[in-house]
Nanobody, 126 residues
């Protein structure tokens, strides 16, 4: 089992940047495909970005492509989400998720993931 702890959220003006981190417990971080999801008030959770176990494959939601970058450091058991050119519509609770897999793919459906963090609030003011 893995535990996930997000950090790095906060309040930022539109056009600004934030970097989220998700630290994972355990010694098998490299066995997990990872992703970030977000949920705004009154809305369903939505996919943001995903990364494969090795980090060589990534995938983004159209709404964040070109502005957000997902990366991972397996030596530090951490996955990151660099968010640039933030917009008010990016305001949400951002959660990281882990999928225990032997494959090399990325996964975009929330139901594919086995473990979730508690989330970190990102608020973008206009």
């Amino acid at each position: 089992q893995v535990q996930l702890l997000e950090s790095g959220g906060g309040l930022v003006q539109a056009g600004g940047s934030l970097r989220l981190s998700c630290a994972a417990s355990g010694r098998t971080f490299g066995s997990y495909a990872m992703a970030w999801f977000r949920q705004a008030p009154g809305k369903e959770r939505e996919f943001v970005a995903a990364i494969s176990r090795s980090g060589d494959r990534t995938y983004y939601a159209e709404s964040v492509k070109g502005r957000f970058t997902i990366s991972r450091d397996n030596a530090k058991n951490t996955v990151y989400l660099q968010m640039n050119s933030l917009k008010p519509e990016d305001t949400a609770v951002y959660s990281c998720a882990a999928k225990d897999t032997a494959g090399l793919s990325v996964y975009v459906r929330a139901s594919s993931y086995d473990y979730w963090g508690q989330g970190t609030q990102v608020t973008v003011s206009s």
